[in-house]
């Protein structure tokens, strides 16, 4: 037989292929029985997308019984195919220290300072979200501009302004945005910029 440069390296690269193939069996085999015996063998799978930053990589949380088990890369995602950042890896330190047990770190609840004090005391939720959202309806009010001093119709507020999150997808950015538009906000800038 005689064999060309380009027919020889063909040949080469189809038989290490499939050598690889027949090689790899056995362990995929394997890594498919360890998987119906390991802690997420019966979990659900939830896709997600990452909270740490603006790109929106891929993530698949592992949930039986209401317990977030594991995260990892979504390969189904055309982000990050899979892949993640240190940072992505690490999400489920949000919820769970190193072995299991909540994350004694996480914030459940909200901090105020009241006027006039030195020292922060613990609120719940569910009160500083109506504080927040009392304030943001008090100053708007007070610094509603309905028509500029042209006369036009401006319906705009200039004594509130926010700051975007890289911490959100981009879902959220076009949510928190059209929240911010339709209380006339005018003065919007995103951290990464600053």
Known sequence: ????????????????????????AEEREALARDLKESRIARAKEVPSVCPHCSVG??????????????????????????????KGAATMQFAYDGVGRPNPLRQLTAKIRRPGSDRWEEIGIEEA????????????????VERNADGLVVNRTESIAHIGSACIDNEECYLVTKLMRALGVVYLEHHARI
């Open 1 to 24: 037989m005689n064999l060309n440069r380009r027919e020889f390296l063909r040949l080469s690269g189809v038989s290490a292929a499939g050598a690889a193939l027949l090689l790899f």
């Open 129 to 144: 979200l109506d504080r927040i959202a009392r304030r943001i309806k008090e100053t708007r009010d007070a610094g509603f």
């Open 57 to 86: 990589c891929g993530l698949i949380g592992y949930v039986r019984e209401g317990q977030l088990l594991q995260v990892e890369g979504n390969p189904d995602s055309p982000v990050s195919e899979g892949s993640l950042c240190p």
